[in-house]
């Protein structure tokens, strides 16, 4: 089953604690890609991978960084988490060029206190 | 300017009627237009692309004009499990998708 599973799904942490929030496709997409959403203001784009070890900043990358070593995962990682990156979380990916439908993890629920 | 606009809703109907969305955008070199929705706390998921020459699936219509930079997404027969939150989305170049706010809709019994 075509798949973006995302970990973990729940988190609860506190400011300053590096976490990492894993991202996994069975696809063998070239595209990945990052987004936070927030009430009133959408999905706004983190960051975006267009292939392995080719990553770009997006809307948002203030306060994230991310890695592209294989082709199936793209992990997000927040080196010191600060209350306003309390966010639901997606990934994405895609097969790549603007045409092409994204298909999207379940989502993880961050909360940083 | 937001780069994609849409009214928030939400759009309250009852079952069987027809409710249409509009999304406008504001970079004329947009290339490709999707309707995506979202139920509550959960991913997004493809609803249907969008074409020039406008495109039907079942029930749900979707056109576009360029001239005007809008996007439309039309329900016919609406039911109570078409309620959700629908995204208009907008791709610039290769890799930029760009996600409006979406616009909720709740269909009634």
């Known amino acids: 089953e075509a798949q973006v599973t995302q970990n973990p799904r729940y988190l609860i942490t506190v400011t300053g604690k590096k976490l990492t929030v894993t991202c996994s496709q069975n696809m063998n997409h070239e595209y990945m890609s990052w987004y936070r959403q927030d009430p009133g203001l959408g999905l706004r784009q983190i960051y975006y991978s267009m292939n392995v070890e080719v990553t770009d900043k997006g809307d948002v990358p203030e306060g994230y960084k991310v890695s592209r070593k294989e082709k199936r995962n793209f992990p997000l990682i927040l080196e010191s988490p600060s209350p306003n990156q309390t966010s639901l979380y997606f990934c994405?990916?895609?097969?790549?060029?603007?045409?092409?439908?994204?298909?999207f993890g379940e989502g993880s629920w961050l909360t940083v206190v | 300017r937001k780069e994609v606009e849409q009214d928030p809703g939400p759009f309250n109907v009852p079952e069987g009627a027809t409710v249409a969305f509009n999304c406008t955008y504001s970079?004329?070199?947009?290339?490709?237009f999707f309707w995506y929705r979202q139920d509550c706390r959960k991913e997004p998921k493809l609803l249907m692309s969008?074409?020039?020459s406008g495109n039907e699936d079942g029930r749900f219509t979707a056109q576009l004009n360029r001239a005007s930079q809008y996007i439309s997404l039309l329900i016919r027969d609406s039911k109570l499990s078409d309620s959700a939150t629908y995204l208009c989305v907008v791709t610039l170049g290769t890799y930029k998708y760009i996600f409006g706010t979406g616009t909720r809709l709740k269909v009634l019994a």
């Open positions: 994405a990916s895609s097969r790549g060029g603007s045409g092409n439908t994204i298909y």
């Open positions: 970079n004329s070199a947009s290339q490709s």
């Open positions: 969008v074409y020039s």
